[in-house]
């Protein structure tokens, strides 16, 4: 199993610019979240999804849109970068109860410029 | 609405020394469950401790160990004679038990064990 795999590891992009952050798990999980990571802030959810077809906001989705066609991936979307969205982004899966541990992708570092 | 707070911001001890982190939560919920993670250095996410709500039952792991408190909603993480590997981020999170599972973590405590 390659749990759950993200990609690009880095990414540079400029204000305006669009782009998708890749996420995939080959565990079978339903649930499945983005997270964004700034020093200081811990860990803050940005979207996250029940299962395909479903999907929910988190506490800071605004510039990320997200959508999911199969159980295996979770795309996030930033349709016009900003240098406010510079961070960390983890993407995450888990099964379908509050008490299943999360299991966390490598991350994404990205710098909007 | 819940939140999680970890008011240590950094901890640096020497070596062989006990440390404790503290972790204080909020939420109106009667069933949740409260999460330990480790970053080391290289960046991952590695899950330390789960623990529901209704066992507060400490736990002891090797060096590790976990002392829950919901008369004071807290759930502290002690490591024992710490070594250089233990330099980590340590995090705190709790989620709910209803509906989709949405971790809310605290900022995180930057832990140094100097040799």
Same mark, same amino acid.
């Given at each position: ?11 540079? &992009? ?28 811990? &860990? ?5 999804? $029940? ?58 570092? &990205?710098? $909007?410029? | ?5 970890? %008011? ?16 204080? !939560? ?6 949740? !469950?409260?999460?330990? !993670? ?7 996410? /590695? ?16 060096? !590790? =160990? ?6 004071? =909603?807290?759930?502290? +993480?002690?490591?024992? %004679? =710490?070594?250089? /590997?233990? =330099? %980590? /981020? ?9 509906? %989709?599972?949405?971790?809310? +973590? ?10």
């Amino acid at each position: 199993n390659a749990g759950v795999t993200q990609t690009p590891k880095f990414q540079v &992009l400029k204000t305006g610019q669009s782009m998708t952050l890749q996420c995939a798990q080959d565990m079978n999980h339903e649930y499945m979240s983005w997270y964004r990571q700034d020093p200081g802030m811990g &860990l803050r959810l940005i979207h996250y999804s $029940v299962g395909a077809g479903i999907t929910d906001q988190g506490e800071v989705p605004n510039g990320y849109n997200v959508s999911r066609s199969t159980t295996e991936d979770f795309p996030l979307r930033l349709l016009s970068a900003a240098p406010s969205q510079t961070s960390v982004y983890f993407c995450a899966s888990s099964y379908p109860t509050g008490s299943s541990e999360q299991f966390f992708g490598p991350g994404t570092r &990205l710098t $909007v410029l | 609405a819940q939140k999680v707070t970890q %008011a240590q911001t950094e901890i640096s001890v020497v070596e062989k020394e006990d440390v404790t982190l503290d972790c204080v !939560y909020e939420t109106r919920d009667t069933t949740y !469950y409260l999460f330990w !993670y480790k970053q080391p250095p290289s960046g991952e996410l /590695v899950f330390l401790i789960r623990r529901n709500s209704f066992d507060e039952q400490n736990e002891i792991s090797g060096r !590790y =160990s976990w002392n829950f408190q919901k008369s004071t =909603s807290s759930f502290n +993480f002690t490591i024992t %004679a =710490s070594q250089v /590997v233990d =330099s %980590a /981020v340590y995090f705190c999170a709790l989620s709910e038990s209803q509906g %989709a599972q949405k971790l809310v +973590f605290g900022q995180g405590t930057r832990l140094t064990i100097n040799p």
